[in-house]
Nanobody, 122 residues
């Protein structure tokens, strides 16, 4: 059973930084596309960023482009989301997920982590 564990969330002031981690408990980690979504209560999940299996392709939502960077370390079975210049509107629960194809829709990803809360104060 593939499991994903998201961590690294917390409380930070506006213009600060956080780094989220998504670790997979499966040795086939390097075969998977990994994505980050975020979601506020009573809203749909919003695509944030995704990375191909070898890190060769990355895509970031326009709302985070230039501020967030997704990257991976396959030796550690981990994908990271470096978040800089954070804004209050980045406050959300952040979820990582794994799938076989690069995409920005939540239904394209099969395995999901539990989410980590990010709070950005003004």
């Amino acid at each position: 059973q593939v499991q994903l564990v998201a961590s690294g969330g917390g409380l930070v002031q506006a213009r600060g930084s956080l780094r989220l981690s998504c670790e997979m408990s499966d040795r086939t980690f390097s075969s998977y596309v990994i994505v980050w979504f975020r979601q506020a209560p009573a809203t749909e999940r919003e695509f944030v960023a995704t990375i191909s299996w070898n890190g060769g392709r990355t895509y970031h939502a326009n709302s985070v482009k230039g501020r967030f960077t997704i990257y991976r370390d396959n030796a550690k079975n981990t994908v990271y989301l470096q978040m800089d210049s954070l804004k209050p509107e980045d406050t959300d629960v952040y979820y990582c997920a794994a799938g076989l194809n690069v995409g920005s829709m939540s239904w394209e990803y099969e395995y999901w982590g539990q989410g980590t809360q990010v709070n950005v104060s003004s």
